[in-house]
């Protein structure tokens, strides 16, 4: 069936790092691809999204870019701060009736 | 304007009462979904509904699971006979349509269920 699979956490990063979240999917179709981030204390919210190949997402600095080849949409940022410290789910929708299915989701703290 | 809400925010249970979880949809969204996050299973999904459709209850994971969607917006999430691994995050979620995937799905900020 569909599923995700995303990198296991906690990842820790010094503020002003690199980030990369790396996140795969199998899909019997063609799926949108989303990334969406719970900040400590609050609900899930979308991050960002892509909906065909090649399309790349981005919002408050975080980019990624769905790979039709490698089944994957990695989440990146050039610059982590404190305030992105959250857990972060990838997940995908494969069809019109479908739920998202997501990934069991990455916690990320950044030190200052 | 008002995102999606729940109530109870936290709900402590004994083990075998019920417990009923309500989700109140961003206004004029058609679809609504219950999914529940635990430890160690992260994020699963229970129930869809869409519209006047018949519900898709593929994700509930025991007979004791019902939920209903009453006027095709609010809707209740009932747990039977609760037991001690029904203790998760229970989260709501609507969207405007599903004519497509493409649609976001907005989340409420959910129901925390203790079954002691």
């Known amino acids: 069936g569909d599923s995700v699979t995303q990198m296991e956490g906690p990842v820790t990063l010094s503020e002003e790092a690199f980030l990369t979240i790396n996140c795969t999917y199998t899909?019997?179709?063609?799926?949108?691809l989303f990334w969406y981030v719970q900040y400590p204390g609050e609900g899930l919210q979308l991050l960002l999204k892509a909906t065909k190949a090649d399309d790349k997402g981005s919002n408050k600095g975080f980019e990624a870019t769905y790979r039709k080849e490698t089944t994957s949409f990695h989440l990146e940022k050039g610059s982590v701060q404190v305030s992105d410290s959250a857990v972060y789910f990838c997940?995908?929708?494969?069809?019109?009736?479908?739920?998202?299915?997501f990934g069991k989701g990455t916690r990320l703290s950044v030190i200052a | 304007g008002a995102g999606v809400s729940q109530s109870p925010s936290n709900k402590v249970t004994e083990k075998g009462k019920d417990v009923e979880l309500r989700c109140d949809p961003i206004s004029g969204h058609t679809a609504l979904y219950w999914y529940r996050q635990s430890l160690g299973q992260g994020l699963e999904f229970l129930i869809y509904?869409?519209?006047?459709?018949?519900?898709?209850k593929s994700g509930l994971p025991s007979d004791r699971f019902s939920a209903e969607r009453t006027g095709g917006s609010v809707s209740t999430l009932t747990i039977q006979r609760t037991q001690q691994e029904d203790s998760a995050v229970y989260l709501c979620?609507?969207?405007?349509?599903?004519?497509?995937?493409?649609?976001?799905?907005?989340f409420g900020p959910g129901t925390r269920l203790t079954v002691l």
């Open positions: 997940a995908q929708s494969n069809s019109g009736n479908t739920p998202l299915v």
């Open positions: 899909a019997t179709g063609y799926p949108s």
């Open positions: 979620a609507s969207s405007p349509t599903r004519v497509s995937s493409t649609d976001t799905q907005y």
């Open positions: 509904f869409q519209g006047n459709s018949a519900p898709d």
